[in-house]
């Protein structure tokens, strides 16, 4: 009871914002392995409900909703659990990335409490109002506002000290 | 400079990605996984209780007292690393029967015989039972990875022999098991023991509200509340099933099709005035069927109705936003009605393929067209869409 697949409009999707996706996992866990590994979890999880999602027209919010609502903080453990839906990922061995430079600015960003760090994503960087970050997070207006609110005079002393 | 630029600034487009392709297969692979899954086994479970004070039931800790489950010892593993031992005391076996479980709407909400669940955790965080069903072996351990509480059962019901592992997590999510040929209920527990990833439960994914698991016994979230059922809207026969839910979740009234490969859901009344006309909806859309329609474009442009159908009103190069269709692309909207009930349709048709049409039924605060088209600009830029 699949409905029909469209694989075309699926790979163009992805196409066109995989990019994006990444960044966004990258904002949120600070680590391109676990961005890589949270996109592919979120795509392959958008194919399955693809059907549906694409009718409906909401194939990248849902994609963002399962990149934010993984457990982040859980996948940084050293000991990573399996990841569901994936049990018999037999992917070759990754090569290491080049490491990044990175910027003061995202070192703060990384070292927010979880929650403030992706109430921030969601609300300062991809600009969703309040209503729909606190509905991302599933998390109350009020508590959205608190968590920005301390996120960003966090973040905003790391650019005070920056040369200008 | 904006914060929003300064994030934007930190961010690169990363080290090179693999190929869409891959992906692309990842996907089909995991639709048949699904597929096998739910082929394959005879079995699943369970779910319920949330709240904070079962949260912090951590693993290994067997507890006591009201919320300590001193009756399900959950340890993975007793304090000196070995393997749980099976309790077969009669007070562990003699689960209680829960109405509930047939009933989980009340009395008069009652589950079709076959999507009742055999064993489950309840409300008050035991493990019970439905009516008929005898426990044979039970065992306590870790054999669901990110369950808080998990455990293997062996039961018998309706004079068929069942193996099952019933897991609890916070958002209260089920698992999939079956019985296996040529092994003991004892080794076929142990596999899933110590291989537990393998039933790991997708706890922040949009849980859905309601799902079937792969013996299509009904598996709740603890914040789900059953209103209504309606038994195999989809109208499948065995070993195939479908079940349709109004159910309150999370504080949300919502609407659910709960089939083998999955469920699918959306606030109660969003785009259909009832749940048999959403249901009707969503079997289209899951079995690749046509969708009610209403209208079709005719040869001048203008919508007309489909038999049965008067076009009230109608406005063409309607504006929903970017979400819906871009400046280039044909688009419509009508208010007509069917059977005595209005609707509004929105049509596009991207570029040169094909038209759609999305039917919502109007309703208080979205009885003209203009309130309509502001609804729908609304659910475009929320990237929820209208259905």
């Not at chain 1, 109002?129 to 109350?140: M, N, R, S, V, W």
């Not at chain 2, 991207?350 to 003209?368: D, K, L, Q, V, Y």
């Amino acid at each position: 009871m699949i409905g029909k697949r469209d694989d075309a409009s699926y790979v163009e999707f992805v196409t066109a914002r995989r990019t994006h996706l990444r960044r966004v996992a990258y904002a949120l866990c600070g680590d391109w392995y676990q961005a890589d590994d949270l996109v592919q979890i979120a795509l392959t999880k958008l194919y399955v409900a693809w059907p549906r999602v694409h009718r409906d027209g909401r194939e990248e919010a849902y994609a963002r909703q399962i990149l934010v609502r993984s457990n982040i903080d859980d996948s940084r453990r050293p000991v990573h659990r399996e990841k569901p839906g994936l049990p018999d990922d037999d992917r070759p061995g990754r090569e290491l990335l080049p490491v990044e430079e990175r910027t003061a600015l995202f070192d703060a960003l990384q070292e927010l409490p979880e929650m403030q760090r992706k109430a921030v994503v969601l609300r300062h960087w991809l600009g969703l109002t309040i209503a729909e970050t606190a509905a991302e997070l599933q998390i109350g207006e009020g508590t959205v506002k608190s968590h920005t609110s301390r996120a960003l005079e966090k973040l905003q002393e790391v650019l005070a000290d920056l040369p200008s | 400079m904006e914060i929003r630029d300064e994030i934007e600034k930190s961010i690169s487009d990363g080290p090179p990605q693999g190929p869409v392709l891959d992906q692309l297969s990842l996907g089909k692979a995991a639709v048949r996984r699904r597929r096998l899954a739910t082929g394959a086994a005879s079995v699943a479970v369970l779910a319920a209780v949330g709240g904070s004070a079962y949260a912090a039931t951590s693993l290994g800790s067997a507890g006591s007292g009201e919320h300590g489950f001193a009756d399900n010892p959950t340890s993975s593993a007793k304090p000196d690393g070995t393997k749980p031992d099976a309790d077969k005391t009669a007070a562990n076996l003699n689960l209680p029967v829960d109405p509930k479980l047939a009933c989980p709407g009340g009395p008069d909400v009652c589950l079709p015989a076959a999507n009742v669940p055999l064993v489950a955790y309840n409300h008050a965080g035991k493990l019970v039972r439905s009516d008929g069903v005898e426990v044979l072996d039970r065992l306590d351990g870790k054999f669901a990875g990110n369950a808080s509480k998990s455990a293997a059962i062996r039961l018998q019901a309706g004079g068929k022999e069942e193996w099952l592992v019933v897991g609890w997590t916070r958002k209260g999510y089920g698992v999939l098991v079956g019985n296996q040929a040529g092994t003991t209920f004892d080794a076929w527990a142990r596999e899933w023991e110590e291989q537990p990833a393998v039933l790991d439960m997708p706890t922040d994914q949009i849980p859905a509200p309601a799902s079937l698991d792969s013996a299509g016994r009904l598996v709740l979230p603890s914040s789900t509340r059953v209103l209504r059922v309606v038994a195999n809207p989809a109208g499948v026969t065995a070993p195939e099933f479908s079940l349709g839910l109004e159910v309150e979740h999370d504080g949300e009234r919502e609407w659910a099709l709960a089939e083998e490969d999955g469920s699918s859901w959306d606030p109660a009344y969003k785009s259909f005035a009832t749940l048999e006309q959403w249901l009707d909806d969503m079997v289209a859309l899951s079995s690749g069927g046509e969708t009610q329609q209403f209208v079709k474009f005719g040869a001048d442009g203008e919508l007309v109705g489909m038999p049965g159908v008067t076009v009230v009103e109608q406005r063409g190069g309607v504006d929903v936003g970017k979400r819906f269709a871009g400046p280039e692309d044909k688009t419509a909207v009508a208010k007509v009605t069917f059977e005595g009930e209005t609707w509004f349709v929105l049509a596009r048709r991207i570029g040169s393929g094909s038209t759609e049409f999305f039917p919502t039924a109007a309703m208080a605060g979205r009885e003209t067209l203009d309130e309509f088209l502001d609804y729908a600009r609304g659910q475009y830029a929320a990237g929820e869409g209208t259905r």
